[in-house]
């Protein structure tokens, strides 16, 4: 077999490339570490720039094994329980035990909430809902505004957004588009491929449709009548008309499928491995350990450990013996591990707060307090209402490949298996005054109250529940930290998000903001009980006062979109890089991932660190143009 096909076989089997391995290969320009949003971007766009990439992933390919759990988008909750892909980290909300233990989420045993994460080729796109939406433009005006970076400017990140997106949910205005009239300025022509679901059959559902009309009438009652823009936007929340206003109303949500099947980052790296075999090559089963320098800070490779199964937050994790291995970059090396395996990542190799690395035996090389500081998250909190009856259109629902609905979604690529189970969504300022909507509550057909391990189960068996998740975005507090306890790199570092007035929110804004949520969802099912909602289960209808309504947000919320540890920003404010991604105190050194934010941005995280990814892939092959790689800087 030629060298080209056997590294093809390699990187389409799963291999991780242990044939590889064993050859001898020339070093790399660039050595990422991850494949999700941010590493399984820039990574392939450097590939496509001309350069020569190892992307190092410590878990496998879980799509090879998953299957439905991977493809099928009602399949996710499944997706995050599925041990061929997940990773588990325990986590605190608070450090006040009393407090933490009322949250029904907290396990004793683990002392923590589960967090959970993927650990596979693709990272959390692998796992996620696929909701696709465009922050505000203030979250990267905001960026400008601290760095006096121009290129993070609002007007300038669009064209990220375009580059990503390959819309394929606004017919008309894509052939519209090709003769010239575009005031959707959506992407056209990305590799990421969105889409909404194919599923008449909840308009069928006689229950379901009196509920959509039903809260589509008071959400009109709540925002008044729709503006010509949203009325143009047609619920679109990506479309630059809605964007531009930061209007609020009734959205329905893009998903990244292509064919309502999931797409990501491994299908986007596996298409670039296809078409480039020779530049692309991904390490599966890759731990990384350490980042390698030289005397002069300039980062020369990475360490990692070749072995399945060998960190901590995998669900069976070895103790096995692995082989330490190292891979040099001639140009730089590039991290993106995510909230909290970025900053593991820096502090096991000496750069952050030199009190945690004496603590645990670290020589300190770089002193950046900032690194695994500023953890912040949305806040979410369920408001669950058992329906009089069971919704029609998830008879016969199983979950399984066995069922009727999956076979409509294999042979057809038709019906509920396409959707993410979102019924509706609407956005909101959670009060007068929000320069920005902060608040995202969105319907789902399933029972659905935070991460507990088994809580997949009530989706697969309860088919009479409608959920309101209640999201707050543009979150204040940021008082969490990610800080590693032992120099043992296979060791999951210990998470802390001091939510509310544990952290930075003493001001309780946050906390109001929940609420305010939570008194809109029931403002827009208002009605619907007895004849549809046969009651509230949570927060449950004796919880009104806002002082109530306070406590269960304390007890109960949860989040899943981890950011901010290794901030854009100067040293002296806790920042860990600059505007162009570069490690403080080193050289060749760039963190691509959701820790870079100063402020973690929008709605729903993923069309952000997919931007960035491309935004660092033109800063790097910009400074790639101006020197060699044995270039200092």
């Known amino acids: 077999m030629k060298r080209r096909d056997l590294l093809k076989a390699a990187v389409l089997a799963g291999t991780g490339g242990r044939q590889l391995l064993s050859e001898p290969h020339p070093d790399p320009d660039y050595v990422v570490v991850g494949s999700g949003a941010g590493g399984g971007t820039v990574a392939a766009r450097l590939v496509e720039a001309g350069y020569s990439v190892v992307v190092l992933e410590a878990g496998g390919d879980a799509a090879a094994t998953a ?11 499944f997706a995050t329980e599925d041990p061929a892909m997940r990773w588990d980290f325990f986590v605190r909300h608070y450090s006040d035990i009393v407090q933490q233990q009322r949250d029904p989420k907290f396990l004793r045993d683990r002392d ?4 959970p994460r993927a650990g596979t080729l693709g990272g959390c796109t692998a796992h996620s809902a696929m909701i696709f939406l465009y922050p505000s433009n203030s979250d990267w005006d905001q960026i400008a505004d601290l760095t006096g970076d121009p290129s ?3 007007a300038e990140m669009w064209q990220y957004f375009q580059r990503v997106e390959n819309c394929r949910h606004r017919p008309p205005e894509r052939f519209w588009r090709t003769v010239g009239v575009d005031p959707t300025r959506h992407g056209w022509s990305g590799w990421l491929t969105t ?7 909840i308009l069928g559902d006689a229950e379901a449709r009196k509920v959509i009309a039903r809260a589509l009438a008071n959400a009109l009652h709540e925002f008044g009548v729709p503006s010509q823009t949203r009325l143009e936007a047609l619920g679109d929340p990506n479309d630059w008309r809605s964007v531009e206003r930061d209007e609020v109303g009734a959205r329905y949500t893009p998903l990244s499928t292509d064919n309502h099947r999931r797409v990501g980052t491994r299908e986007r790296l596996l298409s670039v491995a296809r078409r480039f075999p020779g530049r692309l090559r991904i390490v ?3 731990l990384a350990t350490r980042v390698l320098f030289d005397a002069a800070n300039r980062a020369a490779g990475v360490e990692y450990l070749k072995g399945e199964r060998l960190y901590g937050a995998h669900p069976e994790p070895s103790d096995a013996a692995a ?16 909230a909290f395996n970025t900053p593991q990542l820096l502090m096991l190799s000496g750069i952050g707060d030199p009190r945690v690395l004496d603590r645990c035996g670290i020589r300190t090389r770089v002193a950046l307090p900032g690194v695994g500081r500023n953890l912040q998250d949305r806040y979410e909190v369920p408001v669950v209402n058992r329906m009089r009856r069971s919704w029609r259109t998830l008879q016969d629902a199983t979950f399984t490949p066995g069922d009727r609905l999956y076979r409509e979604w294999a042979d057809r690529r038709t019906g509920v298996y396409t959707s993410n189970g979102v019924l509706l969504s609407v956005v909101q300022r959670s009060a007068i005054g929000r320069p920005v909507p902060d608040l995202l509550c969105y319907a789902l057909l399933a029972n659905f109250a935070g991460y507990k391990p088994g809580y997949s189960g009530a989706v697969r068996a309860e088919h009479d529940c409608l959920t309101w998740i209640v999201l707050k975005g543009h979150t204040h507090n940021r008082g969490g930290t990610v800080t590693i306890t032992s120099p043992d790199p296979r060791a999951r570092p210990e998470i802390n998000f001091r939510y509310f007035e544990e952290g930075s929110g003493a001001a309780g804004e946050d906390l109001d903001a929940v609420v305010s949520g939570i008194r809109l969802v029931r403002r827009i099912s ?9 009651r509230e289960e949570l927060p449950g209808d004796e919880v009104a006062s806002d002082a109530e309504l306070r406590q269960y947000v304390r007890d ?17 404010r806790g920042g860990v890089v600059s505007s162009d991604f570069k490690v403080h105190g080193t050289s060749r050194l760039r963190i691509v991932d959701a820790s870079v934010f100063p402020r973690i941005p929008g709605l729903f995280i993923a069309s952000a660190v997919y931007m960035i990814g491309e935004k660092a892939a033109d800063a790097i092959a910009r400074d790639a143009g101006s020197s060699s790689p044995d270039a200092t800087a």
């Open 526 to 534: 208002a009605g619907m009980q007895p004849e549809l909602i046969a």
């Open 284 to 286: 599966l089963h890759a």
């Open 556 to 572: 109960h919320a949860w989040g899943h979109h981890a950011s901010c540890t290794c901030p854009i920003g100067e040293v002296a």
């Open 112 to 115: 923590g909430v589960w967090y």
């Open 152 to 154: 993070w400017r609002a």
């Open 67 to 77: 299957g439905p759990n991977y493809e099928v988008p009602a399949f996710h909750p």
């Open 195 to 201: 889409e909404v679901a194919s599923a008449p059959e």
């Open 323 to 338: 082989d330490t291995r190292t891979v040099r970059a001639r140009r730089e090396v590039i991290l993106a591990g995510g």
